[in-house]
């Protein structure tokens, strides 16, 4: 019986700390994402979740993104924990070993697909720290896993325009501060 991806839920928990802690006055704070506030990148990442939900129940995926401002809605937490609880419903045995059809032709099971899904939790985690003054550090066997899949799609990332250029980190700097500048944070001290 296939299980949800343990990495993949407690990447969910750490977004959710960090939701759940933004100040009210904080949601239209600019985020690290380019053009983004605090709130688009709530709505981005609880849009990402509704793709999970959709992909796990076997529906087609919408051609356009949606407003991210939408999808977050009046109260982004609230929004976020409705999405959460759906999608979650929907990630059953049988939708986990469900091949699903990535972007560059890739294939794999919803499972497998979901245990690379951390990288973009931590690192929205983090882009919604900074703009809400709020600080995060992750678990290293959280960030670990999630470095090494951003080490092997970061180029493919810049090729298509999705990522901006690397940040150069010091010597001996953590597997967090290394995810961050791959993706093109500026973590402080580098």
Same mark, same amino acid.
């Given at each position: 019986?296939?299980?949800?991806? %343990? ?42 979740? #509704? ?12 051609e356009? %993104?949606? %407003? ?6 009046a ?7 409705r ?25 794999? @099971? ?8 951390p990288l ?11 703009? @809400? ?13 999630? #470095? ?24 001996g700097? %953590?597997?967090? @501060?290394?995810?961050?500048? #791959? ?8």
């Amino acid at each position: 019986m296939r299980m949800v991806p %343990d990495r993949f839920v407690r990447a969910l928990d750490v977004f959710e700390r960090v939701l759940a802690a933004v100040p009210a006055d904080r949601w239209l704070s600019p985020s690290p994402c380019e053009g983004w506030a605090a709130v688009d990148v709530a709505g981005h990442v609880t849009a990402g979740l #509704l793709v999970v939900e959709m992909r796990a129940a076997g529906r087609e995926l919408p051609e356009e %993104d949606p %407003d991210w401002r939408e999808v977050a809605g009046a109260d982004p937490v609230a929004s976020w924990r409705r999405v959460r609880a759906r999608m979650a419903a929907e990630l059953t045995p049988e939708a986990l070993a469900r091949p699903v059809r990535l972007a560059l032709g890739l294939e794999m @099971t919803l499972s497998e697909w979901l245990e690379g899904y951390p990288l973009e939790l931590l690192v929205h985690s983090w882009d919604l720290a900074e703009a @809400t003054g709020q600080s995060v550090v992750f678990d290293a066997d959280l960030v670990g896993p999630a #470095l090494a899949t951003a080490r092997r799609m970061a180029s493919g990332g810049r090729e298509a325009g999705m990522l901006g250029p690397e940040v150069a980190v010091p010597e001996g700097a %953590d597997d967090q @501060t290394r995810l961050l500048a #791959l993706f093109g944070r500026s973590p402080a001290g580098v």
